[in-house]
């Protein structure tokens, strides 16, 4: 998955502060949970757990977004002070 691979890479090239290593590393655990989330609904045949998997990868996704949002919010500070100074 390119944005797994993505995220990797920032983990090892680039200097972060520990927030946003820990929203790094949460982006991956719920980039590793959309994927857990997809096989399962892939191997299930019964109606209430093909719907347990839709709710995990769907918790999963809403988790995704609010990382990449903080993280933006982040970025977009750094952007702010720089253009002060």
């Known amino acids: 998955m390119a944005n797994y691979e993505l995220l990797l890479a920032m983990l ?27 096989m399962y609904f892939n191997y299930q045949n019964e109606e209430g757990l093909v719907e347990y998997a839709i709710y995990k990868e769907c918790a999963a996704k809403a988790k995704y977004k609010h990382y990449i949002n903080k993280l933006k919010k982040i970025e977009q500070k750094k952007e702010n002070t720089t253009e002060v100074v």
């Open 12 to 38: 090892k090239e680039r200097e972060m502060s520990n927030e946003e290593r820990n929203i790094v590393l949460a982006l991956i655990d719920a980039l590793e949970e959309m994927q857990e989330a997809e």
